[in-house]
């Protein structure tokens, strides 16, 4: 049976009505991942859920080890992945409070642990990544949103920008000129690690802030706090209702 993994990011430290059963520190021939995994039913359904950022959250983007996280959560029997990334917006349309199910994403990120296909296997791989996101399970977030009642917008770009810091205003006019939508920290290499592991992956932004140069003043993390704990209710009720479609009893 296909067992979902859900990847927390900012705003969703804890998966709120999660009733846990274990918890798993699995070993990876990458290291540890973020923190332990838990294993319970949420929507009715068993599910594995970790925070990326770790507990308590204080990994930055370019250090969270993807490769350990991914690694682990397959071998506890995930096949599917859903990412929870918060987001500046981009697009006129991407107003702080906004969900979007990206369809495309653009990768700016540099230095990070990329990938598992380094040769060791003995032979060359290239996956494809023409579509980064897996359709399938995309077009589940998203019918799940709808049925739901939840407003989560199908397609957008996901700028994947190295941070820690956030962007200038001329590198945010940039990726608009790229044609990203929104931009995040923590999109790639998760997507692509996925990818190679086989794992379907698709990913929730929320959108926490106007990116730089777009808003009023500068970018604090206590609006965006404030966006986060407005938000992560309905990103909860998402989840819960795709869990119930897809996976339920
Ligand atoms: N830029 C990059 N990452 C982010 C932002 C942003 O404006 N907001 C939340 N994550």
Redesign the pocket.
Known sequence: MSRLAIIGG?GIEELEGLETVAAHNPQTPYGQPSRAIQEGRFGGARVLFLQRHGSPAAIPPHRVNYRANLWALRSLGASEVIAV????GIAVDMTPGRLVVPDQLIDYTWGREHTIDDGSEGFLRHIDFTEPYDRGLRSALVAAAANAGIDCLDGGVHGV?Q?PR??TAAEIQRMAGDGCTV???TGMPEASLARELELAYASVCMV??P??GLGQGP?TLEA?RQVLLREAEGVRVLLRALLAARYGA
């Open positions: 900012t990334n918060a987001v500046g920008a941070g956030l962007e931009v995040g920290m926490v802030n990116a730089a970018i965006m």
